[in-house]
């Protein structure tokens, strides 16, 4: 239903200390909500651009990646390859070429 995420870098500035935030299901794309598999989305060590949408409960922000330009920016495979983007949805294992699923962000 949601991923926990910590939040090092705020304006292209890393901060003094780690901050959590949430990224909930509803939260993930603009569309095709009930489909999402948060799982699917991101993954453990996943370094991904969000926007802050509300201060949640216990310091603990609520993100969005709804945007095309939010999402995963860097990834690991499951092999322990860098992953490069294909599509919105999907990245590359450079190494094998093995195509795994995240909500990639859209950079020019």
Not at 1 to 30: C, H, S, W
Not at 48 to 61: F, H, M, T, W
Not at 75 to 91: C, K, Q, V
């Amino acid at each position: 239903m949601f991923a926990n995420i910590e939040i090092v870098i705020v304006d292209d500035q890393p901060v003094p200390y780690p901050f959590t935030g949430t990224i909930r299901k509803l939260d993930v794309r603009q569309n095709a909500v009930d489909d999402i598999k948060i799982e699917s989305c991101y993954r453990p060590g996943d370094v991904v651009k969000a926007e802050v949408i509300s201060l949640g409960d216990r310091r603990n922000y609520l993100l969005s990646t709804a945007k095309l330009e939010l999402g995963v920016l860097n990834a690991t495979s499951a092999n322990g390859n860098d992953l490069t983007p294909i599509s919105y949805a999907e990245m590359e294992d450079i190494v094998t070429g093995g195509k795994e699923t995240r909500k990639v962000a859209f950079v020019e």
